[in-house]
């Protein structure tokens, strides 16, 4: 495969990058593109929010960059579209290798407030599409290994929302956390056939990051911040996920914030104790909790506050 070739590293690859006409998914079909994939460009156009979908937005990137790229225009959360766009992949240049679950939707709102349908829209934007186009890719990804072509790797873009929270993210937040469980069995399942699946938290200016609605100085000052951390930093990791250096890198929890990179850690037991019997009171439970937990309970830190540093751009 062109994994071997210096001048496109990617070349002879075969990408579909979801959401890959705007903010850090365009960066990302841009930056695999340019190391020598071709590139389908899933991406409905749609809002923040995930209304009012524009194909001409996705036409429009694809007719810039030219050669080994497609656009593909449908909502990708129902199973059919998301088949569409891998057989798109297949039918247009022959294989599909480098995978990027980059779409995603914003409905916030305090839980006491949520509307169950807006956190059925985020889900199945951030979290079914995924897997419906997962579930389309992997297959091919299975056969194409057995038939010797070089294996495929799979990105799923999560965010720190997921891993730590946020106020109002009830929805986002939930199915981020839950494309990190994706990505944990998908690196399992994919693993016999040498496929990588990795989680990437990105931190980018984008129209997301221009929407943030300051509550506070400190807000303000996060989004000043991230309003300077270019999208192109997210691309050179994806990039090196999807690249010939990262053939045994799969089931992490990566993050990148412009030239900072960072690996998280992942939810495992720290501390522990043992019932000291069967039938123990509360008291008796509370003095274990306090003696053994206490001093290690994770605080509530959200994510814009653990990100709040000055970027390394
Ligand atoms: N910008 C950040 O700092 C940041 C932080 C954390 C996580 N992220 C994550 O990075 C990814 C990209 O974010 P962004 O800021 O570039 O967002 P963006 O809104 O600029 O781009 C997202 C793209 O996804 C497309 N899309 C949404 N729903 C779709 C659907 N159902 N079918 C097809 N296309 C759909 C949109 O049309 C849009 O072009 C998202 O997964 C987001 O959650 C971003």
Redesign the pocket.
Known sequence: MGDSIDEAPLGGRVALV??G?????LAVSRYLHGLGASVVI?????S?T?AEPDPS?AQAVAAELGARVTAFT????SPDAAAEAVELAVSCYGAIDLVVN????LRDAFIFKAKPADWGLVLQ??LS?PFYVLAAATPHLREQAKRGRAPGRIVN?????GLYGNFGQAA?ASA?AGLVGLTRVVAMDMARASVTCNAV?????????GMIQPANAQQAQYKER?LR?E?RFVAELVGFLCGPHAHDVTGQVLGVRGREVFLFSQQRPRAEFVAPERNWSTPEFAAMFNQHFRNDLTDLTTDLEAFNTEPVG
Do not use: E, H, Q, W
């Not at 899933?42 to 749609?46: I, Y």
């Not at 449908?74 to 959360?77: A, E, I, N, Q, T």
């Not at 873009?157 to 929302?161: D, E, K, L, V």
């Open positions: 979801t959401g006409a705007r903010g850090i998914g899933a991406d409905s156009g749609v923040v995930g937005v449908s909502d990708l959360g980059n779409a995603a939707i934007t951030n599409a873009i999560t965010s720190s929302a986002y981020k938290a990105p931190f980018a200016a984008t129209r997301v990051t991230a951390i999208p």
